[in-house]
């Protein structure tokens, strides 16, 4: 029987050949007899295998001094409140873009510790489009600008450039980092849950360029645990860490290495977009709301005219081993999510079977 294609928002589909890795290496890490999960953190190769993840995340990403890597736990959530416990100090000023769910959230957790402006939002397109940057309005005392470079729920993805704002950037790439070969070095400081793009639930990676991380200011009270700059003294283990995650995390980017890195996946990934929009535009069926210059690649959702058909399709779809398309209770429909381990020929696979369904359904 044919494997079923995992089109989940998060945790994401991860390539067969990782999950066989996993497998095959679990029990006897390295050749030491014992598995991974059963060191202790403190084990030289443990501390290797720390140091090798974040020399190869960076490398990725195109980033290879100035900035550090962090492996940390608590999600992309946490990374909410973390940033802002870290750099608005008592009460300082985080300026904010909305443009959907994610970003939302990021607003309302900041203003914890500091004061959250929101400059800009999408709200009123129903977060089909991205704000137009020179709308963007600053404070004069905003410490950084935040924003979410890809809504994972809209589909809504920016493609703009954030070099000339002047002020330390902060993204949240949880759901298409190293999706795409992107200006990574314009940005001061970016987070992504690893369980959509680089493996599994459990590890938080955050990239911080080492200027900011000299100048992070704790908010009162903020425990070691929660401190990028004591975190980044202590090789991200100022406790236990979730050393299962970051090997998956390891096997990830071995898997991203031997696909021929960032600039290969991006072939494929705007391939997939491609074939996806494509595929809807051309279909009196199929709907997708978003502005074409903030069409997310990784997110596609798409409506059926006829919501009445949505059950129909969702039921006949898993049927067919289509899994996981059902879209976010907020935005209705469905989204079909294409991150790095959905193949062009899955989302062929899928298209073939959204014309089939049109044609005997629509
Ligand atoms: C999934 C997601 C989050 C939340 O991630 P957790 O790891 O579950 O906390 C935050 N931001 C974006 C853009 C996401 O896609």
Known sequence: MMRPINFCSGPSALPLSVLARMRDELMDFQGSGISVIEHSHRDPRIVQLFTDVERQLLAALGLDVGYRALLLSGGATLQFSQLAMNLLGQDGVGAY??????????????AAYGTAVEIASAKSSGYTEFPAIDAWNIPEDARYVHLCTNETIHGVEWFGSVAELGLPVIADMSSHILSRRMPMHTYDLVYAGAQKNLGTAGVT?????????????????????????????????VNTPPVMSVWVLSLMLDWLESMGGVDAIEVQNRAKAALMYGAIDASGLYHNPVAEDARSWMNVPFVLADPALDAAFLAEAEAAGLLNLKGHRSVGGMRASLYNAITVSDVQVLIDFMHTFERTRG
């Not at 990676?205 to 700059?229: E, F, N």
């Open 97 to 110: 873009v909305t443009t959907g769910a994610w970003s939302e959230k990021a607003v309302k957790a900041a």
């Open 205 to 237: 990676l955050v990239v911080i360029k080492s200027d900011l991380l000299d100048r992070c200011q704790l908010h009162p009270g903020t425990p070691d645990v929660l401190s990028y700059a004591a975190q980044a003294a202590q090789g991200s283990m």
